[in-house]
């Protein structure tokens, strides 16, 4: 079957929003340029129609950010995502649990999205961020995302068998995580369950309770997924 042609021009401008990420919340015309490929001409033809809509604004410097209408697409997807209910309590008993952050990512594209996540109450801690994305080629979660959705290599062997995945100082070299995969009723995946926290924290005693904690809570939420389905 031929592949359907989508639209340039709203090609074009969501490739501008997907410049934006958490580490860099702002952009220059000349940033969006350079990341883009496209002629500052061409950019700031579609900025237009993309603040009209509040999914872009440009500041007084002109910088551009992402506009309010990011942040509400993304909390009505957030909102309608079907496992809400049952995985923000179990993301904060795995947190109170052990003491580190739990987080729920979900593949997008070539990235991982942070959906939710819920951080301890201990000063020393990893922040996430929810809606932030990250590459799947590092972390724990991003391995997790790969090796279970049809892009396992050689060196994702050792993660499907052991079921889980650990990542050590990859994304910062202070942090480091242990992921675990989630699957509905059917048997596909739907996201990766995850842990993290300073490096120092995450030894061999530490890690080996940590994939008790995540198997746990995998089981249970893929519990209530079969019983809700």
């Known amino acids: 079957m031929a592949e359907t042609k989508g639209v340039d021009s709203v090609e074009r401008a969501l490739l501008i929003l997907e410049c934006f ?19 500052k001409s061409t950019i700031l033809r579609l900025a237009v129609s993309l603040e009209k809509f509040g999914l872009l604004q440009r500041a007084a410097d002109g910088r551009f950010r992402l506009g309010a209408g990011a942040l509400r697409l993304g909390s009505a997807y957030r909102h309608g995502f079907d496992l809400a209910h049952v995985l923000r309590p ?23 999205l942070c959906l939710y996540r ?10 996430v961020t929810e809606g932030a994305t990250m590459p799947l080629t590092y972390g724990a979660s991003g391995k997790i995302l790969r090796a279970y959705s049809g892009q ?5 062997a050792q993660i499907l068998q052991d079921g889980y995945a650990i990542s050590r100082g990859e994304r910062d070299p202070d942090v480091a995580a ?8 059917d048997g596909s995946l739907v996201g990766a369950l995850a842990l993290s926290g300073p490096i120092s924290r ?5 890690t080996a309770r940590f994939v008790k904690a ?12 079969a019983l809700g389905s």
């Open 118 to 127: 819920s951080e301890p109450a201990r000063a020393i801690r990893h922040s």
């Open 214 to 225: 995540l198997r746990q809570s995998q089981t249970r939420l893929e519990g209530q997924l």
């Open 21 to 39: 990420t958490a580490d860099q919340p702002d952009l220059s015309l000349a940033d969006l340029a350079r990341a883009t490929g496209l002629y």
């Open 90 to 112: 179990e993301l904060r008993a795995l947190s109170d649990a052990t003491g580190e952050t739990a987080s729920f990512y979900v593949r997008d594209g070539e990235s991982r």
């Open 202 to 206: 995450f030894d061999d005693a530490h």
């Open 152 to 156: 396992a290599t050689k060196a994702d």
């Open 178 to 185: 242990i992921s675990v995969p989630l699957f509905s009723p």
